[in-house]
């Protein structure tokens, strides 16, 4: 079992920056490929970005490109987003996964584990 916890998210204008932390407890998360989500009101929850077990491999989905970065320090159990260039339609509920699969998952239901997720809000 991985117990995730989002934090970092907030109020920032548009312009700005925000970094999404995701502390795990219960396993290391080396063993998993660790993606973020976001949910806009109304909308279905869509794919972010995703880093792969031990960080060699990322993928972002194109709204996200050139202005978001995942990292991760699985000595910390942690995961990050880097989120620069905030835009009005970056606002959502921001969840952390975890996926045991060895492909390098995008879609929801390639997760294992979720977080409870953490408010961006974009002001333009």
């Known amino acids: 079992q991985v117990r995730l916890l989002e934090s970092g998210g907030g109020l920032v204008k548009a312009g700005g920056s925000l970094r999404l932390s995701c502390g795990a407890s219960?396993?290391?998360?080396?063993?998993?490929?660790m993606g973020w989500f976001r949910q806009a009101p109304g909308k279905e929850r869509e794919f972010v970005a995703v880093?792969?077990?031990?960080?060699?491999?990322?993928k972002y989905a194109d709204s996200a490109k050139g202005r978001f970065t995942i990292s991760r320090d699985d000595s910390m159990n942690t995961v990050y987003l880097q989120m620069n260039d905030l835009k009005p339609e970056d606002t959502a509920v921001y969840y952390c996964?975890?996926?045991?699969?060895?492909?390098?998952?995008?879609?929801?239901?390639?997760?294992?584990?979720w977080g409870q997720g953490t408010q961006v809000t974009v002001s333009s």
């Open positions: 880093i792969s077990r031990a960080g060699g491999s990322t």
């Open positions: 219960g396993r290391t998360i080396s063993s998993y490929s």
């Open positions: 996964a975890a996926s045991s699969l060895d492909v390098i998952p995008t879609i929801r239901n390639q997760y294992n584990y």
